[in-house]
């Protein structure tokens, strides 16, 4: 073969790399004109490996992704699919920059034996390694099963168009998008491909590049919040003191009970958290203390807004506490109702090692159950005001009411040095805003140790 075939040769492989779906897909995630491939010649078998591997830039900031190419032997995983993935992974780790994967895939290549074991064994381990160095998204757009589906959901964030199939099942049982959100496996759904694409580009506008970057890069930038933030749930007050459509709620169909979103206050990324029930279900705390866990890993400041009084699994409740007690990031809590007993010192006081935390002016905070301190504090004068009453659940209500309204106040908290101010509830903003900015340059020197034992 002359020079000449050669070239006309390596053209006719370029235009079928071009017209597949997966070099589509990247063409849609990465800005104009900045898309260039990695390995592009890598052979599988008898044709190029299954997978299209790339750097590019997302609004300016360096990315590398890989796609899995459906359209040669159905993106299936191989020896040389398995190398374009590492060589990916190892160059986002020296250069430092975001990972994302793009699953399509019937399956492995079963031929290969124990290769392929090895294989998904290599591509595991180095997402592994990644994991809290660069953040890793995964993105699911047709089938993914079995190993693969493993690999996948070890990323720090999941993104599933609703087509698309995910499980851990070979033979695909139990993969709707609908049931992974459900389980806390997926963290954003989308009606399609094109909006996953579009809400994977603007995660990457708002994370860190690195575990080394700043995150306090402020720009300009314009808030959502109103007067009536007073009135609102902790969730919505959380959501309303982010820059405008900034907010990108992740697993809001698992753990209702709190609020995980990214968004940017004044430009800078913050994790936003709102623990907004009565009792704190397990799952609930298990998506929290995830979350706390992943912005602690690339330092991103944590602000959470508490109203709870008590936890459901304990279990759990010891993995949120964990959590918030082994990061080192900025931490700012902000008490908009409730914070009894171990919530508040979980998520907003000692335990939690909170650099400042701030409550409404209506806000209680106490110990104990407001019952239980009433019962305490009172003593006899307890049992002695509800003798002679008509109606005595009505009586014991009414008194434990008035005691917390008096006794267990967010002015008492802050005498006692339990709170550091007392703010009105349209100035959450504001104070949010000098506080990332005085927490900015924040550094934290921990035990020598591996990483604690956290409850799982």
């Known amino acids: 073969m002359n020079i000449e075939e050669k070239k006309q040769a390596l053209d006719a492989a370029r235009e079928a790399v071009r017209a597949s779906k997966a070099y589509e897909r990247l063409t849609k995630l990465f800005d104009d004109g900045s898309f260039h491939e990695i390995d592009a010649f890598a052979k599988s078998a008898d044709g190029l490996a299954e997978v299209i591997a790339a750097h590019g830039?997302?609004?300016?900031?360096?990315?590398?992704?890989?796609?899995?190419?459906?359209?040669?032997?159905?993106?299936?995983?191989?020896?040389?699919?398995?190398?374009?993935?590492?060589?990916t992974y190892d160059l986002a780790l020296k250069t430092g920059e975001p990972v994302i994967a793009v699953y399509d895939s019937i399956g492995g290549r079963l031929d290969e034996g124990a290769d392929l074991l090895a294989a998904y064994g290599?591509?595991?381990?180095?997402?592994?390694q990644l994991s809290g160095v660069v953040p890793q998204i995964?993105?699911?757009?047709?089938?993914?099963?079995?190993?693969?589906?493993?690999?996948?959901?070890?990323?720090?964030?999941?993104?599933?168009?609703?087509?698309?199939e995910l499980s851990l099942e070979t033979n695909g049982s139990a993969s709707s998008a609908e049931e992974n959100a459900k389980k806390g496996?997926?963290?954003?759904?989308?009606?399609?491909?094109?909006?996953?694409?579009?809400?994977?580009?603007?995660?990457i506008s708002v994370l860190p590049s690195n575990n080394l970057s700043n995150a306090c890069i402020a720009y300009d930038s314009i808030s959502a919040e109103t007067d009536t933030l007073a009135s609102m749930s902790a969730k919505d007050a959380a959501l309303s003191v982010a820059d405008q459509e900034s907010a990108v709620i992740l697993q809001s169909a698992f753990g209702q009970d709190a609020l995980t979103a990214l968004a940017t206050v004044n430009g800078v990324t913050v994790g936003l958290i709102a623990l907004d029930a009565q009792k704190?279900?397990?799952?609930?705390?298990?998506?929290?203390a995830r979350f706390v866990r992943f912005c602690d890993a690339f330092s991103i400041p944590?602000?959470?807004?508490?109203?709870?009084?008590?936890?459901?699994?304990?279990?759990?409740?010891?993995?949120?506490?964990?959590?918030?007690?082994?990061?080192?990031?900025?931490?700012?809590?902000?008490?908009t109702g409730n914070a009894?007993?171990?919530?508040?010192?979980?998520?907003?006081?000692?335990?939690?090692?909170?650099?400042?935390?701030?409550?409404?002016i209506g806000a209680s905070v106490s110990a104990l159950s407001p019952e239980a301190a009433a019962v305490i504090m009172l003593g006899d004068d307890f049992g002695g005001q509800l003798k002679g009453a008509k109606d005595p659940k009505a009586a014991r209500e009414q008194l434990i009411r008035q005691f917390k309204e008096q006794e267990l106040t967010a002015v008492k908290a802050a005498a006692d040095g339990y709170i550091d101010d007392i703010i009105d509830a349209g100035e959450t903003r504001t104070r949010l805003i000098a506080s990332l900015d005085m927490l900015c340059n924040k550094r934290v020197s921990t035990l020598p140790k591996k990483h604690n034992n956290l409850t799982l």
């Open 57 to 87: 830039t997302i609004d300016g900031l360096g990315v590398y992704a890989f796609a899995q190419n459906r359209d040669i032997s159905g993106g299936a995983m191989s020896r040389a699919q398995a190398a374009k993935i590492r060589k």
């Open 122 to 128: 290599d591509v595991l381990k180095y997402a592994n």
């Open 138 to 164: 995964s993105v699911i757009l047709g089938k993914c099963f079995g190993t693969q589906a493993l690999i996948a959901s070890c990323a720090d964030i999941t993104v599933m168009s609703q087509q698309a």
């Open 185 to 203: 496996i997926v963290h954003l759904l989308t009606k399609d491909e094109d909006e996953a694409i579009a809400k994977t580009r603007k995660l």
């Open 280 to 288: 704190l279900d397990g799952k609930s705390c298990a998506k929290a």
């Open 302 to 335: 944590v602000i959470t807004f508490v109203d709870a009084e008590k936890f459901v699994c304990l279990k759990n409740a010891a993995k949120l506490t964990s959590a918030y007690s082994e990061a080192t990031t900025a931490k700012i809590s902000v008490i």
């Open 340 to 360: 009894f007993g171990s919530v508040y010192i979980a998520a907003a006081g000692s335990g939690a090692s909170c650099d400042m935390t701030y409550a409404w």
